[in-house]
Nanobody
Framework: QLVESGGGSVQPGGSLRLSCTAS????????VAWFRQVQGKEREFVAA????????YYTDSVKGRFAISRDNAKKTMYLQMNTLNTEDTAVYYC???????????????????WGQGMQVTVSA
């Protein structure tokens, strides 16, 4: 089970940090990721960090603004979001999965555990 926290509303240019904590499982062995979904659109990949080498991956629109990290001792993953703009408004989901190969990192189907989703709204 993944439990998210940290969503909310912020003005353009502001920052938010999302957290996602796992209960049970071998968190340190999972690739963890963040996805987001705008109402009426498909869920899209935002960022991921693999278990094997802790390298991070980002979709182009968030590179340089967002940072994904993980604390395996706390079974928690984070998404630090800076310089937010209105296009970042969405429901954000955390996800985790074992044995995620590199080519599958941005694919929803690679992840078997999902958070409940939380709203992030960027508006003036």
């Amino acid at each position: 089970q993944l439990v998210e926290s940290g969503g909310g509303s912020v003005q353009p240019g502001g920052s938010l940090r999302l957290s996602c904590t796992a209960s049970g499982g071998t968190f340190s062995q999972y690739t963890v990721a963040w996805f987001r979904q705008v109402q009426g659109k498909e869920r899209e990949f935002v960022a991921a960090i693999r278990s094997s080498n802790s390298r991070a991956y980002y979709t182009d629109s968030v590179k340089g603004r967002f940072a994904i990290s993980r604390d395996n001792a706390k079974k928690t993953m984070y998404l630090q979001m800076n310089t937010l703009n209105t296009e970042d408004t969405a429901v954000y989901y955390c996800a985790a999965g074992p044995g995620v190969i590199l080519s599958s990192v941005p694919r929803e189907s690679a992840y078997i555990y999902w958070g409940q989703g939380m709203q992030v709204t960027v508006s003036a």
